[in-house]
């Protein structure tokens, strides 16, 4: 799921002007997926399903922080890398 909303980063930077607006639109739409799909595994996991987190509940799921961590990142580098693009396009369509 917010590997999903992670898609949405390179559009996000291409089409929004505001370099600003476009991490916060983004930042937005990954937390809403994040929130979702911890909603999703949380319920199954309480339904038995042990494959998103440890059976036991007193050891700490670090890879499942890490890789929701990467993937964050990896989003605002898209929007970055979306921002340069059009701004790159903008120069050579205005020269």
Known sequence: M???????????????RSHLAANVAFAIAYL????????????AWVGGDHSAFPK?????????GLV?????????????LGHR???RRAVRVTS
């Open 2 to 16: 917010i590997a999903i909303a992670a898609l949405l980063a390179f559009p996000l930077g291409y089409l929004i």
């Open 32 to 43: 809403w997926a994040f929130t979702y799909q911890g909603l999703y595994l949380t319920r």
């Open 56 to 64: 036991e509940p007193d050891v700490f799921p670090v890879s499942y």
């Open 68 to 80: 929701t961590a990467g993937i964050f990142a990896v989003g605002f580098g898209l929007v970055a």
């Open 85 to 87: 693009v059009a701004a």
